[in-house]
């Protein structure tokens, strides 16, 4: 990876971006700087050579790759401290903020500069996250660069940034709907006999193998449940069950819920 990354702002998805990125071996921690108010937090990295450093301004200026991962009420200071620093011919700046808009930031910095919008998940710590990235009027060769950033954190994918809301309910925020529906299926599991460890197991590896048999067959989840559900069998009855209290409805309204507060 030629260019050099800096995490501005190294909090919970700061970090799930530089453990996804260190797992890639094609990266060299030596070119990535990561900051962060107090770092004592932080300082375990240094000797897997990743820099750490409370100065911005510095961070930037020995980067090329400008990640922004700091709260939405901290966004406005950062930008004004580091706009400077930002070379238009050179810097590529990306915000995972939420709710912040590429034409705020840009009218922020005052600069000609290419400006992107991604949201990735805490999956990519494990480099298996979803990031939905928007950018302006940015070149080819900026966009692949953004892209081939974030497919290191799992897959990719662009769209419009009006759907960058939706983009936090269905892909950020929609790693802890999945997580709490483990969680139930663990419950479960330990009711009808199962310790603990043994159901999450289960579970965990049930809910990996769901998720890849609709990413490598490219099929319709409707269509694999009906491979399962045999006439008056058990599957059937429990999906009934579920339904007859709710179970679709209560995640789409979840959904909906967490769009509409993420909209005011």
């Known amino acids: 990876m030629k260019n050099r990354v800096a995490i501005i702002g190294c909090g919970n998805i700061g970090l799930s971006l530089l453990q996804g990125l260190m797992k890639n071996s094609e990266i060299e921690a030596a070119k990535i700087t990561v900051t962060r108010r107090n770092t004592e937090e932080l300082e375990y990295l240094k000797q897997s050579g990743v820099n750490v450093t409370t100065d911005n301004k510095k961070a930037v200026k020995d980067s090329d790759l400008v990640v922004i991962a700091v709260k939405p009420y901290n966004i406005v200071g950062i930008l004004e401290e580091i706009k400077d620093q930002l070379d238009p011919g050179k810097h590529i700046l990306i915000s995972v903020t939420a709710g912040v808009s590429i034409k705020e930031i840009q009218d922020q910095l005052k600069i000609k500069l290419p400006v992107f919008r991604a949201m990735p998940n805490i999956s990519a710590s494990v480099a298996k996250s979803v990031s939905c990235i928007s950018h302006g009027d940015a070149l080819k060769n900026e966009i692949d ?65 769901a998720a890849e048999l609709l990413i490598q067959r490219q099929t319709h989840p409707e269509s694999e449940i009906d491979k399962v559900t045999t006439p008056k069998g058990c599957t059937i009855v429990g999906l009934n069950e579920m339904e007859h209290n709710g179970f679709s409805s209560s995640l789409i309204k979840g959904i909906v819920a967490s769009y509409e507060k993420i909209e005011k």
Do not use: P, W
């Not at 309910?169 to 529906?181: D, H, M, T």
């Open 145 to 209: 660069a953004v892209r081939n950033l974030f497919n290191y954190l799992g897959t990719s994918m662009i769209i419009d940034e009006e759907l960058m809301q939706s983009a936090t309910i269905l892909g950020a925020c929609g790693v802890a709907y999945v997580l709490r529906f483990i969680r139930a299926m663990i419950q479960g599991g330990i009711q009808i006999g199962f310790d603990a460890k043994t159901a999450s197991e289960i579970v965990n590896q049930t809910v990996k193998g």
